[in-house]
């Protein structure tokens, strides 16, 4: 009995023994990505973010940000140029109150970075991720829960933050910490709260703007990756946005 439980100690202590970058080469396959084929304006961006500290992404739905923002995570993993991705975006329904969520804090966001998710279950296996998860490699935190974090060696990635408010950006790109790089991803004309409290726009062009380090790049609705019929309808509904002639919703 009592050489069993030596036995088991020491196996446990060789699986605790892994180091950071041991458990990501576990976890990341090497032939992670192989069946990814990007387009030309896709690697366009991936070099962008390899040449940036910061990096602006702005586009209509539909057009790859959360896919590419996903893409650099697992190839950043692959190629252990990060010890953590954080993934975050603002918790924000599309106009619908869906109340209080029960469960625990996971419980409640994990509905909210299902988009993050489903990209990277494109890349690798759904156990694969899990573990990730699990061991804190890679992690989902609200923008509520951020505030005196900072984050070393990462790769921080804000997504949909067009429903940011500019507190909320700020709060979130002053968690960089050193060697590591943020991307922050939204669509300028789509958002899900008030008007007023839009401040993705304000942020590209007045803040991130002309900033050595930063890099900007912009999707157009000629970049549409999902169904190509959306690139009709959104220029129409920008075309009506201009106009002023839209009806309003409920967040206006």
Known sequence: MGKRRRNHRAVQIHIDSFSHTEQQ??????????????REKQIELINLIDDHDVIIITGPAGTSKTFIDSYYAIRSLKENQFEKIIFTK??????????????????KIDPH???????????IKKQNLEKLIENETVEFRP?????GAT??????ILDEAQNADIRQIMLFITRMGVDSKVLISGDVHQY?????????????????????GV??????RKDIVRNKI??????KYEKLKAENILPKNKLN
Not at 94 to 103: I, M, V
Not at 113 to 123: C, D, G, Q
């Open 25 to 38: 080469k576990r976890y990341v396959p090497s032939n992670a990505l192989d069946n990814i084929i990007l």
């Open 90 to 107: 603002p918790i924000q329904e599309a106009g619908e109150k869906l109340g209080a969520l029960p469960g625990n804090i996971e419980q």
């Open 113 to 123: 970075y299902e988009s993050f998710k489903i990209s990277m279950l494109k890349m």
């Open 143 to 147: 923008l509520a829960y951020m505030r």
């Open 151 to 156: 984050f070393d060696n990462a790769l921080m």
């Open 192 to 212: 899900d709260i008030n008007a007023n409290h839009v401040a993705f726009p304000f942020f590209v062009e007045y803040i991130a703007k002309g900033i050595d």
């Open 215 to 220: 890099g900007l790049f912009e999707f157009t």
């Open 230 to 235: 959306l690139i009709e309808i959104t220029e």
